[in-house]
């Protein structure tokens, strides 16, 4: 679940539900919280993350300035961990990042009509492709 705001082009996310098939699950909270970790990491690349330069090169010097998803900006985030004992354990750590943007610009596209294609879905391309849908 998340909010666009149609003024500003701000996405903010209020809730993500994450399930994954992992086989046998050994380790329950630690499958949980990898796929959280990377749920909230993806997040950030897909809303935010970009290095961005000016004449004089990289414009952010430390974690302060460089645009990533803070703590007050992650969403609630429920996992289903789907536990089949009579299968092998698999890997799972990496998960959540590879559907994260995908599973955001549809939220987006729910949320507005429109369709984002290019990360990070900065509040100046959410706008821009407002603008170019009317």
Avoid: C
């Amino acid at each position: 679940d998340l909010l666009v705001d149609p003024q500003s082009g701000a996405i903010h996310l209020e809730r993500a539900i994450i399930a994954a098939d992992s086989g046998q699950i050994v380790n329950p909270d630690g499958l949980s919280n990898q796929l959280e970790g990377g749920f909230v990491q993806s997040a950030s690349w897909t809303l935010k993350e970009q290095v961005n330069f000016d004449e004089n090169g990289i414009i952010a010097s430390d974690w302060d300035s460089y645009p990533i998803l803070r703590f007050p900006e992650v969403p609630k985030i429920e996992t289903v961990l789907i536990n089949r004992p009579e299968l092998p354990f698999l890997g799972s750590g990496e998960a959540a990042q590879g559907p994260t943007p995908a599973a955001i610009a549809n939220a987006v596209y729910n949320a507005m009509g429109v369709r984002l294609r290019e990360i990070p879905f900065t509040p100046e391309r959410v706008l821009a492709a407002i603008k170019s849908e009317k």
